[in-house]
């Protein structure tokens, strides 16, 4: 099955880390990009994980999951080892709204994380559907090479025209020669 694209405000909302380890530090590492409203609960928390909570305000339970440690919250991470645990959690938060995001188990993930590059207000999204995950990190990989680090600067002044400038055809039509000479530019 293939998964349905989709770019979501999160900032907002509130996002459960279930696990300490290593993929759960990888998991925090790109939810941080997107939002501060995180909590983990997890029995052991490796460093770099520490180091992450420590470094953005991150709320932590150290202690095992409970039923029930769902309720309030709008997404859930589950990173551990046990896929009891993950298949636990998503029936829980089935009858819910709550989206959940079971690591290495798509049997028990409502999305899954693609592998993306982020500059500025550009956000680039790669995706397998789950079935190679390495492919998807290396294309990511070919891909931050090609798109340059001034794209966040050339998207933040296209941000500032928008507010100065009345909609129309000539806006437009400005904005997109704009665009073809900045690829002129940077895109060779």
């Known amino acids: ?3 349905f694209p989709m770019f979501m405000d999160i900032h907002r909302l509130k996002v459960l880390v279930v696990g300490g380890g290593a993929i ?3 998991k925090l590492e ?3 990009d997107f939002t501060k409203e995180i909590t ?3 029995l052991r928390i490796e460093p770099q994980a520490q180091a992450l909570i ?3 305000g991150i709320t932590v339970y150290q202690r095992a999951y409970e039923t029930g440690d769902l309720e309030g919250f709008d ?3 589950v990173a551990t080892d046990t896929v009891a645990l993950h298949k636990e959690i998503y029936e829980e938060s089935r009858g819910s709204r709550i989206l959940v995001n079971s ?4 049997d028990y993930c409502d999305f ?3 592998s993306y590059l982020k500059r500025g207000d550009l956000t680039i999204a790669f995706s397998t559907g789950g079935t190679s995950p390495a492919f998807a990190k290396q294309i990511r990989r070919h891909f931050e090479n090609v798109i340059p680090d001034s794209v966040g600067e050339f998207l933040e002044k296209m941000k500032a025209l928008r507010t100065t400038m009345p909609k129309g055809k000539e806006r437009m039509k400005y904005f997109d020669t704009l665009v073809s000479e900045y690829f002129q530019k940077y895109f060779k």
């Open 1 to 3: 099955m293939s998964y």
């Open 30 to 32: 790109k939810l941080v």
């Open 40 to 42: 983990v609960i997890a």
């Open 75 to 77: 997404i859930a991470i």
């Open 24 to 26: 759960a530090t990888e």
């Open 103 to 106: 690591v290495d188990n798509t």
């Open 112 to 114: 899954i994380f693609p």
């Open 54 to 56: 420590e470094t953005h």
